[in-house]
């Protein structure tokens, strides 16, 4: 894969994450990095067919742990 090739994907990715708005909290650039990179992980993790098969048989821990962080700390 050729250089300019990794820094298209990489833009295509970041579309629609501008990390340079202003935000009611401050989070520290780098942590705001590490969460976005932690939260493409999970998306693109739901994209996949092994998400899919692990929801079908129930073993599925990753994302439905963290909907039901998410549902038991409302913002």
């Known amino acids: 894969m050729g250089l300019s090739k990794v820094r298209k994907e990489k833009e295509k990715m970041n579309k629609g ?5 202003e935000v ?4 520290p650039k780098n942590d705001l ?3 976005l990179k ?7 993790y ?6 899919a098969i692990k ?3 129930g ?5 439905s742990s963290l909907i039901k962080e998410a549902e038991e700390n409302p913002l």
């Open 17 to 21: 994450f501008n990390t340079d708005l």
């Open 24 to 27: 009611e909290f401050e989070l």
């Open 33 to 35: 990095n590490k969460l």
């Open 38 to 44: 932690q939260y493409k992980k999970v998306k693109k």
């Open 46 to 51: 739901q994209k996949s067919s092994l998400y």
């Open 55 to 57: 929801t079908l048989d």
């Open 59 to 63: 073993t599925e821990e990753i994302v």
